[in-house]
């Protein structure tokens, strides 16, 4: 698995935040003795920005950390410091955005629910291409579609991503881009849900009301036990990461809710192939 820059600045942000505060530091003290702004490290600590490794080490040494304990930390810094793939699509994918891609670049688990469209892990060429067009214009398509192709080796890598998907019958139902491109569209994602790393389950319109009628989302978990559980939500403009546990647990119990709910894989198989074949 790639190591990820966005996972390191957060395990960063978090390490130096709680090391602050077990030294019984204020954002104000801290900041005066590393000379900087109170605002510079309290976006440091929220991983809005990164850290220099040396000013990583000088901040570990504010705090008493040394050995082997700070060289660790330092390591992680650097690896802050490297460029992920997303990166070089800067251009189209706005900063919120590239956020959640490199955290999914290095998510041990995914856990999804979509109520409007295919989500972009199973999304093929066409499909993707429909679907910034119609929300996004034609300005950078192709390089958008690049990039969420790219997404989708998180997938196929050595260590894939453990992927679980609950999909609204209504995306099913929905013709985005036409019946050919809808049709291979299905027919994609039950192809994909073969794989040993992938479920999909379909929530049918006769599950009635359920606790997420009104809220998509992301749940990532990590490998390493020091990066936290994130959930992931997001609009037409903005991004919005959750990190508190309170609100990861909760997703998560929807999330079971979804799958309870939904019909069984093998019955989601069935049910998307039949989809397609309506649209062939």
């Not at 390191?8 to 003290?29: K, N, P, S, Y």
């Not at 119609?134 to 997404?151: D, H, I, N, S, Y």
Request: with cysteine; net charge negative.
């Amino acid at each position: 698995m790639t190591a990820s820059p966005t996972v390191r600045r957060r395990r960063i942000a978090r390490e130096l935040r709680q090391l602050r505060e077990r030294a019984g530091m204020t954002l104000d003290v801290a900041a005066r003795q590393l000379d900087m702004s109170k605002s510079n490290l309290s976006r440091i600590e929220n991983a809005q920005i990164g850290i220099k490794p040396r000013d990583v080490r000088a901040a570990l040494a504010l705090y008493q950390v040394t050995g082997a304990d700070a060289e660790a930390l330092i390591e992680i810094a650097r690896g802050a410091q490297q460029r992920g793939w997303w990166q070089n699509y800067s251009d189209v994918l706005p900063e919120w955005f590239e956020f959640y891609v490199g955290l999914e670049a290095e998510a041990a688990t995914l856990r999804t629910y979509e109520a409007e469209a295919v989500p972009g892990l199973l999304q093929t060429e066409a499909y993707a291409r429909e679907v910034f067009r119609r929300t996004a214009g034609e300005e950078g398509l192709e390089r958008k579609v690049a990039a969420r192709l790219r997404r989708q080796e998180v997938l196929h890598r050595d260590d894939p991503v453990e992927l679980s998907v609950v999909l609204n019958e209504a995306v099913l139902c929905r013709p985005v881009g036409g019946h050919a491109v809808m049709a291979d569209q299905l027919a994609h994602i039950a192809k994909v849900a073969q794989l040993p790393n992938v479920t999909v389950q379909v929530l049918p319109f006769s599950a009635g009301g359920h606790p997420a009628m009104s809220a998509p989302y992301v749940v990532l978990t990590f490998a390493d036990a020091a990066d936290a559980a994130v959930v992931y939500l997001e609009n037409l403009t903005t991004g919005l990461a959750l990190e508190e546990a309170g609100h990861v647990a909760g997703y998560s119990l929807v999330h079971e809710e979804l799958r309870r709910l939904a019909l069984r894989p093998e019955a989601s198989h069935a049910r998307l192939t039949e989809a397609s074949r309506n649209f062939a």
